[in-house]
């Protein structure tokens, strides 16, 4: 047996909140300190395209801002 690795967790949590493989891209960077733009960039994504994704996060997670959604999966 090995350790799961740290990124992979991460998917997991993720996933068990039920968000789209999209929706993980864009949770992760932000959980990397990534802002607006760098996610749009880092995806190939509009920033309105991430802000959509976010709520959608947000929605899922029962939160309302980056800050809650990080507390809410490393916490949780």
Not at 5 to 13: F, H, K, Q, V, W
Request: proline fraction near 4%.
């Amino acid at each position: 047996m090995e350790p799961t690795p740290r990124g992979a967790l991460s998917r997991l949590a993720l996933a068990a909140h039920g968000l789209t493989a999209r929706e993980e891209d864009v949770a992760l960077l932000v959980l990397q300190g990534a802002d607006t733009r760098a996610v749009a960039a880092a995806l190939h994504l509009s920033p309105w395209t991430v802000q959509d994704h976010l709520k959608a996060i947000f929605a899922k997670l029962g939160v309302g801002s980056r800050r809650e959604m990080t507390a809410r999966l490393v916490l949780d």
